[in-house]
Each structure stands twice: as structure tokens, then as C-alpha cells.
């Protein structure tokens, strides 16, 4: 260390030692500025300015050592090889390249120390050969202790020099190029003390050699390149904050037009976040930007979320309230630097709408009662469970008698009223009650867990609804309808439990309605039946198993045919002749009636046509038939096709026909009218139509019910109705249709009052369309 300090206090100008020391630092910041704008471009140019930054780093160390030189006075003449000049400054390049591309990026310590130590080596040849390049007239030495001790103290240095920068702990970083200077002055003042010059003027400089006033030029031109660098390192330096200036706050004026939050960050560290974020959190924008990223979202760390895919967690606001979010992260560059950002989006309005949604779809929003979808579920849950019959509940299903009525004549609003009292009536039931659903329209579900308590819960509703409920200061009369099924013992599952109670319910309407009906399995084959019966019959019609039966009808006086209505037969594969009456209602129901009564129609007026042109033919129409607002086109069709007159045909229709929709049915039968057909009104008195329709349609008949007919003469009653209808019809101008009558004492009764006509199996059963033609054109006559 002596040796080093005299050495560096007399021999040294100490002018040029600073001037190396300024060549060093320049250099160095030259070098490291070229890299790091290397490190911001791609492709060739990157190769281009990182071979720059190894070379001015060569040259650095190159002219930091010959300035070095320089400034070591031997006290006699001096040179120096322009060859060894120029070798030293390649192996430094090369080996300061070297040692550089190994050690950079590498985190292994290793690695990098063993770059340190090549560096070192590099520094140390760069050194010895620039010594051997410095020629003086005189005889050279070396202290061999002094230059091995120089050597072995400075190389761990220069390992440990580049081990620090990749250090994980980055207060370490700083102390490499200190260090690393240290190591170099050592390696040069310690080569330079262990110098031993003695003057010999034998000994001759080489004329090819420079002179030190030569080389100082030159070392000059390097210094100046290095300076040149280093104010291009210096713009590119700031050309590049410049412009991750301009990246951040473009980022943050892009981040504040997002609707979503997003925190900028910088490892954890929150860097910037953007108004909707501030919103978000509650805190205020500057609150947030130097917190921890953890800190308002508890659950995540940074390096837990998946580039580019939603997370749902929790965020933590400024008043400790808990907020659902999702996350994503995205990693953006900010200049050559990465940030991270996250956007966090709150859900819980979403969650709310959600929640709001489901609760929609499985409440009824009328009641407030579970819908047919919830209560389904729990009627699933229930079955699941009911494996035992001390596990069985009861199902019951309910109908509202007479909804509809309220519902037409005072309106929907009274009708929805009217439900939700219904509602909080059953709820009112209590606790055996263990679910009650609106399944749709005037229908509820209950679910009774005590399937024992099943009657007595039914008929408790039974009597709450039949009360009569005041509404808007109307009193409002209803009563319902309730069919009970067991689980497990009447169905197992929900399907076959839901249709028998259907079922028994469906017998509860039968019986008149305000009864409760228990499940019994007879019900089950009656549907069953009805069923088979079902697909029969739709079947029938294009299998041409329905026959037309005609039965006459006679001037009760003379006994005179005048006409027959036709009745339909279905002659059944097995079961025979089936009655309309077994089979019409359902045709109505599956929407069968009108392709068949547009087959009776058309085969009856084919078949009237063969009879005497006086005989008229009578049609029944079903109500469902009058619903439709074609029939009289369809008629008129028929009649066109079949060349039928509308003069012999009567068409029948009953009461239920007239209660539907009025303006629909009084332009079909004013339609008929003006045809030319006539229009009976069937088994009158048996219907609730009052006296006004007759009046106000436009009939030509009225057909007395066979009830009637069947209680004359014995009976006052319905000798005085009969009375009063035939004396009606003539002050109305229509002709009166006596049916169903069987003696010869109805029929004497009958002409006694003055009826037009009877029908009846006093003059014949309904008989095949062949014999009727036989009894139409054999005599002109049925009785005398
Ligand atoms: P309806 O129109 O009142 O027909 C008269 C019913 O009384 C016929 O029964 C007939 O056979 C029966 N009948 C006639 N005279 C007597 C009698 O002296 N004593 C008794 N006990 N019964 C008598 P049917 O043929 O079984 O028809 C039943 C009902 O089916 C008909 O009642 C009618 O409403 C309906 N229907 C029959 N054919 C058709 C049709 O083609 N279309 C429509 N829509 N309904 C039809
Ligand atoms: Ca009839
Ligand atoms: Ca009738």
C-alpha cells in the first residue's frame, strides 16, 4: 500500500490522473446509456448499439489505462508499440464483450462472479500488455510480489462487482461500480508501484515507436468519441423519459374514461388508479397511489392473478365494507418499463340482478307465492325423501270455482286482488302448510307434511274461500276445488303424484265443486280410458267409422213425414256402437268437432237429396262449431258442393251455444239466416237462456226437451211449461218441435196443445241412412 502511494504521489502527473478519472466516468456513463437504449430496440439496430456500448466500454478502460500511463513520469525518454497499442484495445473489446454478454441477464451468482473474474483477467491483460506497449530508455523490473498481490486482491473484487447488479436485494445494487473502480485502481496503481524503471542509455526506443506527444492525440480523439457517446446516451436517456412520461399520462387519461376501475401498478405497489376505482374503494385517488395493491384487495396478490382472466374476489372499501368484484390484469409497457395493470369491476349490482332474476323465476309476482317451477323443485326434494309412509305428505291441488265469472264481469284488476286474498288466506292455514304455489291462473299448490292432516287442511280451505270476500267495497263469492293426493302411497315420484291429484281434483270439479277429493285409483283407469278412447277417436274419422242414423219427424195430426234430424253413430272395432253423447264432448275438447260435423253436414245432404223434395233434413251444430266465425262460409261451401237447397236444411243449435261470445254468434246465425236455412233452437228449457234470446236470434223452431215431454200429461209443472213455450213460439212466429215422445198419449196431448211436430220412437228410433230412404218414398204416411 506504501509502495502504491508513493508511487502515486512522485511519479504521477496528477492532472492527467484526474483526466483519466473524468475519461473513466464519462466512458462509463456512455456505455451504460448506449446499452440501455439498445435494450429498448429490436432486431439489427439492437446488435448495432450494443457492439457501440461494448466497444466505448473497451475503448474506457482502454483510455482510462494509456491516460493512465500518460501520467506516469519515469523521469527519461518513453514510447510506445503502436501494434501492442492496438492489440490491447481489441482483447479489451473482445474480452469486456464477453464478459458482459455472460453475465447479463443471468441470475445464477455463479455465473456472474466467474464474468467478474473474466473481466478482471481482461482488465488485468489490457494492463500488462499497455506496460508492455510503454517503452522507456531504461532497464524494466517488476516487483512479482507486488503485481501477484495486486492481481489476486482486485479479481474477487471484479466477481464481486458483477455478482451485485443481479442481486435480488436491490439496496445491494449501487456498491458494483464503486467496487468495481476500487478493483481496477488497484489492479493499475499496484502494477504501476510494482514498476522498477533503471536508466540505461544503451538501450534505444524503436524509431517505429510513438512518442508520448504522438499518442496523446490520439487518446484525445478517443476521449472525445466517448464524450460524443455519451451526449447521445444522455438524449436517448431523455428522449426515453420523455416519452414514458407521455405513456403514463396517456394511460391515465385512457384509465379515466374507463368505466371500469383500474389500479397502474408497479410490483405490488399501486402506482395510479383511475376515477371509477376511486369510486369503487371510497378512497380518493391520491389515498390510493403508494398503497399496496393487497390493501384493498385482501384476497389476491398480484402475482396470483392470471394474465387475461377474470378473477372474482373481494374488495375492501374505505368504510371496511366488503365489495364482489372481478379482476383482470393486464401487463402494459410504459416506455421500455412493465406495468401491470388491474381492472376491477364491481358486481354486486350485477349479483343484485341476478338474485332479483332467480327470485322472478321462482316466485309468482302476483302473490308472492313460489311459482310452478320452485315448487316443483320442492315437490322433488319432498318425493325424494317420502320413501316411507311415515315420511308421507299430501299434495294438495286446488281450482277456484267461479274465477272465471269475477274475472269477466269485474274485471282483472278485481281478479288479481281477488287471488292475492285468496293467497294470504291458504298462508293463513298455518303449519302443517309446508309449501303453497300459484301454479298459474286460478290454480294453487299446497304441500301438507302430515299426510294424516291432509282432509282436515283441505276442507279448512275449502271453508276459509268459501267465505265471501269484500273487495273495493265489493262482495266477491268463490269457493274451490281441491284434489289430494298421498306420497308415497298415490305416486312416488312428482309426475305421477301432480296427475293424480290433478285427477282427483278434476272428480272434485265433477261433483259440483267446494269438495275435496282424495286420489283412489279408479279415477286413474276412468283417465286411462278416457285416454285410449281419445286416440281412438281420432283416428275414427279417417278410418270411416262414423255413420250418419236419421230419425223422422211427423205432423203430429196427420202423421205426415216432414223431415229427420241426423245423428251420428261411431261403430267402434271393439267396442261397437258407441252413443254421441259418450263421444261428442270429447271430440269437442281434442278439436275434433268441426272436421266431424262438417262430415255429418255434408253426408246428410247428400242423403237428403235422394228423399222427396218436400222432406227437410235437421243438423246439429255443437257450441264449440258456433265459436268459429267461418261456419256460415262453411255451410254455404257445403251446400254448393253437395247441390243441397238451403230451403230443406235445418240446422240445430243448443242454450250453451248462445252464452258464448253474442256479436260472434248473431252474425253467424244472421249469416245462415239469409241463406234460406232454418235455425232450431234444441232441447229447450233445460239451458239457463232466458226468453230475451229467442227474441233476439233469429230462430225458426224450438225444440221441447224430451225431460218435459216425458212428464205429460201427468205432470202440472211440465204440462204448464209446455204450455207456455208452445203459446210463446206462435206469439214469436216459430214452429215447435216436440221430442222424445214414446206413447200415444204424449202424442195426443201433444196435438191437443197444438205443437207442429213430433220426433220421437213413437214414430221410429233413429234408423240407417238406407231405411229412412225406404220409409220416405214407400209411404207418405208413418202413422195415420
Ligand atoms: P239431441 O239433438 O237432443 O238428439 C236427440 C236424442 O234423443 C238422440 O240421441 C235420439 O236418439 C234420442 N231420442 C229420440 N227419440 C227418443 C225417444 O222417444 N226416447 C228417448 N229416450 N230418446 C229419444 P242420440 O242420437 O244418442 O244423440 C244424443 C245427442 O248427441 C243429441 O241430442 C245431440 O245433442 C248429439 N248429437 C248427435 N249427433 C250429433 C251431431 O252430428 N253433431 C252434434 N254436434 N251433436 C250430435
Ligand atoms: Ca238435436
Ligand atoms: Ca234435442
Redesign the pocket.
Not at 234430424?565 to 253413430?569: F, G, I, K, S
Given at each position: 500500500m506504501q509502495a502504491i502511494y508513493t508511487c502515486l504521489k512522485e511519479t504521477h502527473d496528477h492532472y492527467l490522473l484526474l483526466l483519466a478519472g473524468a475519461v473513466c466516468m464519462i466512458g462509463v456513463y456512455a456505455s451504460f446509456a448506449i446499452a440501455k437504449h439498445a435494450g429498448r430496440l429490436e432486431g439489427r439496430a439492437k446488435t448495432l448499439w450494443l457492439a457501440i456500448a461494448i466497444s466505448a466500454a473497451g475503448c474506457t478502460a482502454w483510455s482510462t489505462h494509456m491516460i493512465g500511463l500518460l501520467a506516469f513520469n519515469p523521469g527519461m525518454p518513453s514510447g510506445f508499440d503502436p501494434a501492442l497499442m492496438v492489440l490491447s484495445l481489441i482483447l479489451t473489446i473482445v474480452g469486456i464483450g464477453l464478459a458482459l454478454s455472460y453475465a447479463i441477464g443471468s441470475r445464477n451468482r455463479m455465473h456472474r462472479f466467474g464474468a467478474g473474474l473474466l473481466l478482471g483477467t481482461t482488465i488485468t491483460v489490457l494492463h500488462y500488455l499497455g506496460q508492455s506497449a510503454y517503452m522507456v530508455t531504461g532497464v524494466v523490473s517488476w516487483n512479482i510480489e507486488l503485481v501477484a498481490l495486486s492481481i489476486l486482491a482486485s479479481l474477487p473484487l471484479f466477481g464481486l462487482a458483477m455478482v451485485l447488479p443481479g442481486e435480488r436485494r436491490r439496496a445491494l445494487r449501487p456498491f458494483a461500480a464503486p467496487l468495481l473502480v476500487v478493483a481496477i485502481a488497484l489492479l493499475h496503481f499496484g502494477g504501476m508501484a510494482a514498476l522498477q524503471i533503471e536508466f540505461d542509455p544503451r538501450i534505444e526506443i524503436p524509431v517505429a515507436n510513438l512518442s508520448p506527444e504522438l499518442v496523446a492525440p490520439v487518446l484525445a480523439l478517443v476521449s472525445a468519441a466517448l464524450v460524443a457517446l455519451a451526449f447521445m446516451g444522455l438524449r436517448f436517456a431523455l428522449n426515453a423519459r420523455a416519452q414514458i412520461i407521455r405513456d403514463q399520462v396517456r394511460l391515465k387519461q385512457l384509465a379515466d374514461l374507463a368505466v371500469e376501475g383500474l389500479a397502474i401498478c408497479e410490483d405490488q405497489i399501486i402506482d395510479s388508479v383511475n376515477d371509477s376505482l376511486a369510486q369503487i374503494t371510497g378512497f380518493s385517488k391520491d389515498e390510493l397511489s403508494g398503497r399496496l395493491l393487497q390493501s384493498i384487495l385482501p384476497n389476491l396478490t398480484i402475482d396470483a392473478i392470471a394474465e387475461k382472466e377474470e378473477q372474482d374476489t373481494v374488495l375492501l372499501s374505505s368504510g371496511g365494507d366488503i365489495v364482489p368484484v372481478r379482476v383482470l390484469r393486464k401487463t402494459v409497457q410504459v416506455g421500455s418499463r412493465d406495468r401491470i395493470v388491474i381492472a376491477v369491476r364491481d358486481q354486486s349490482e350485477r349479483l343484485q340482478t341476478e338474485a332479483k332474476i332467480r327470485a322472478l323465476a321462482f316466485s309468482d309476482p302476483l302473490t308472492g307465492l313460489s311459482n310452478r317451477a320452485s315448487f316443483g323443485e320442492v315437490l322433488a326434494v319432498k318425493c325424494s325423501r317420502a320413501t316411507t309412509a311415515d315420511k308421507a305428505f299430501a299434495l294438495l291441488l286446488l281450482d277456484l270455482d267461479r274465477f272465471k265469472a269475477v274475472n269477466d264481469t269485474l274485471g282483472h284488476s278485481m281478479g288479481d286482488k281477488l287471488l292475492k286474498r285468496v293467497a294470504a288466506r291458504i298462508i293463513a292455514c298455518g303449519e302443517p302448510i309446508e309449501a303453497i304455489a300459484r301454479l298459474g291462473g286460478d290454480e294453487f299448490g299446497v304441500i301438507v307434511t302430515n299426510a294424516d292432516l291432509a282432509d282436515d287442511i283441505a276442507n279448512k280451505i275449502i271453508d276459509l274461500l268459501s267465505r265471501p270476500f269484500l273487495i273495493d267495497g265489493s262482495i266477491v263469492d268463490i269457493a274451490t276445488s281441491v284434489g289430494i293426493a298421498i306420497a308415497p302411497e298415490d305416486g312416488a315420484d312428482p309426475e305421477t303424484i301432480s296427475r293424480h291429484a290433478d285427477l282427483a281434483l278434476y272428480a272434485a270439479k265433477g261433483h259440483g265443486g267446494s269438495v275435496a277429493c282424495r286420489f283412489e285409483r279408479e279415477m286413474s283407469n276412468r283417465a286411462n280410458a278416457r285416454r285410449a278412447l281419445e286416440l281412438d277417436l281420432r283416428r275414427a274419422l279417417t278410418r270411416e267409422e262414423f255413420e250418419?242414423?236419421y230419425?223422422p219427424q211427423v205432423d203430429p195430426k196427420s202423421g205426415r213425414f216432414q223431415g229427420a234430424?241426423?245423428?251420428?253413430?261411431w261403430r267402434h272395432p271393439t267396442r261397437g256402437l258407441v252413443?254421441?253423447?259418450d263421444f261428442?264432448p270429447l271430440a269437442?275438447e281434442i278439436g275434433l268437432?268441426a272436421p266431424?260435423?262438417e262430415w255429418?253436414l255434408r253426408t246428410?245432404c247428400l242423403e237428403a237429396k235422394t228423399w222427396p223434395s218436400h222432406i227437410t233434413v235437421a243438423?246439429?251444430?255443437?257450441a264449440v262449431?258456433m265459436r268459429d266465425s267461418g261456419l256460415a262460409r262453411t255451410v254455404a261451401g257445403i251446400l254448393a258442393e253437395t247441390d243441397f237447397p238451403a230451403s230443406r236444411l235445418e240446422l240445430?243449435i243448443?242454450e250453451s251455444a248462445l252464452l258464448q261470445d253474442e256479436a260472434v254468434t248473431y252474425n253467424i246465425l244472421h249469416a245462415l239466416r239469409s241463406m234460406g236455412i232454418r235455425i232450431s233452437m234444441?232441447?229447450f228449457g233445460t239451458g239457463y237462456s232466458s226468453l230475451s234470446y229467442l227474441s233476439r236470434f233469429p230462430f225458426s223452431k224450438i225444440?221441447i226437451?224430451?225431460s218435459f215431454?216425458?212428464q205429460v200429461p201427468g205432470d202440472n209443472d211440465a204440462v204448464a211449461i209446455v204450455q207456455a213455450i208452445t203459446s210463446l213460439a206462435a206469439r214469436l212466429r216459430m214452429t215447435v218441435t216436440v221430442?222424445?215422445?214414446?206413447t200415444d198419449e204424449q202424442r195426443a196431448f201433444i196435438v191437443a196443445e197444438g205443437c207442429d211436430q213430433i220426433?220421437?220412437?213413437?214414430i221410429s228410433?233413429?234408423v240407417e241412412g238406407e231405411t229412412i230412404r225406404a220409409m220416405f218414398h214407400t209411404t207418405a204416411k208413418a202413422v195415420a
Open positions: 250418419v242414423f230419425q234430424e241426423a245423428l251420428v253413430r252413443s254421441p253423447a261428442i269437442e268437432i266431424l260435423g255429418v246428410a243438423v246439429n251444430l255443437s262449431q240445430e243448443t234444441d232441447d225444440k226437451d224430451q215431454v216425458r221430442e222424445g215422445v214414446e220426433q220421437g220412437y213413437l228410433r233413429p
